[in-house]
């Protein structure tokens, strides 16, 4: 791995980063609190939340097996997609590299930072190889970018590969594990000592329920997270998102058992699918939604949308012609969208 000053822009390495009120006087006692311009009355949310939402980070420790500092909270996965593009890419000079397809956010968040995004194609089976990726960067290359289970396809990429990428890279690798908690697949958190270079990325969005409060999670060397706090806003994680995340994590047991639930109505939804007469492949996955080949998505997702089911149409997406995404529902949603594709002539 090049050293983590050389990978980061010039700037960001220099930024001396603002000094909170409640930064200076850290670790101390304190009770009568005239230092932020708060107003003293309208109990609890008139304080500032805790910049670096320690309270919340030992709770996911416990949770995740990582510690403390390693771990980097955001307003959504967005935030920790968004972040390494600003402490790490010069926009104009610097490129990254990601799978494709995949999720989004990475080449929006690229285009938003004017850094050039390199797309290399999955093959047939949606998997990659690691020399494809490493063929494609250049010294200009900061970031390489998988997902797994991956997102549209479902699957996890072999172990094997996502290793041979972060060990043959000079620049960070970031594994976006959004789905792993569906996936039997193990965890590359566990792994993060042993690479320096590695980002993993969490959310709350998916397994535990929560996108409505925008929590996502990044987990690395404390010396990728003190930048990433560097260059954060200061309170990007509000009171209501850490207290309502704390809340959900004193009862993992409930996450495990909709985990148990939703994996059941996936095998029955993709064998369902499978024996609908319009759908031509149903494919392997690890996450919570599956890909299917229809004999013609769009007819058939706008024939969903007009009885107010709505489905991911993946047609115009590399590799996903005539593709739609399904998502794990209710077991009552999940008949429903079956009834409706049978009676689909
Ligand atoms: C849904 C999803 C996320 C979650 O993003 P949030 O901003 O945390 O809601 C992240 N990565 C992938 C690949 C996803 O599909």
Request: charged letters at 25%; one cysteine or more.
């Amino acid at each position: 791995m090049k050293s983590l000053q050389e990978l980061t822009r010039p700037n960001i390495w220099n930024l001396a980063p603002y000094s909170s009120a409640r930064n200076e006087y850290a670790g101390r006692e304190a009770r009568v609190f005239l230092d932020a311009n708060e107003n003293p009355y309208n109990q609890p949310f008139n304080r500032y939340p805790d910049p670096l939402q320690l309270e919340l980070k030992a709770a996911i420790s416990k949770v995740k097996g990582v510690p403390a500092e390693n771990i980097f909270l955001g307003n959504g996965s967005d935030e920790a997609i968004d972040l390494p593009y600003r402490c790490f890419c010069e926009p104009g000079v610097d490129n990254v590299v990601a799978i494709e397809p995949t999720y989004g956010m990475y080449k929006v968040c690229a285009d938003i930072n004017n850094t050039e995004y390199r797309p290399v194609l999955l093959d047939d089976h949606y998997q990659i190889t690691a020399s494809q990726l490493l063929d494609a960067t250049d010294e200009h290359t900061k970031i390489i970018w998988l997902c797994t289970p991956n997102n549209p396809t479902g699957n996890c990429l072999k172990r094997d590969e996502v290793l041979k990428v972060i060990e043959g890279f000079e620049g960070i690798v970031i594994v976006d594990e959004a789905y792993s908690d569906f996936s039997a697949q193990k965890t590359l958190r566990s792994e993060l000592a042993k690479y320096p270079n590695l980002i993993v990325l969490n959310t709350m969005s998916k397994a535990w329920g929560c996108a409505a409060i925008r929590l996502g999670m990044a987990f690395a060397s404390k010396d990728i997270i003190d930048i990433f706090n560097k260059v954060k806003y200061p309170y990007n994680v509000n009171l209501l998102t850490q207290q309502q995340a704390l809340e959900a994590l004193k009862d993992p047991y409930e996450v495990d058992n909709w985990v148990k639930i939703l994996l059941q109505e996936r095998g029955r939804m993709m064998v369902a699918f499978s024996e609908l007469p319009i759908c031509e492949k149903v494919y392997p996955t690890d996450a919570n939604f599956f890909l299917a080949k229809m004999t013609d998505a769009n007819k058939i997702y706008n024939y969903l949308v007009d009885r107010g089911i709505i489905v991911r149409n993946r047609n115009r997406v590399q590799l996903c012609q005539n593709c739609l995404r399904i998502t794990i529902g209710t077991k009552t949603e999940n008949s429903e969208l079956i009834a409706a594709l049978r009676q689909y002539q």
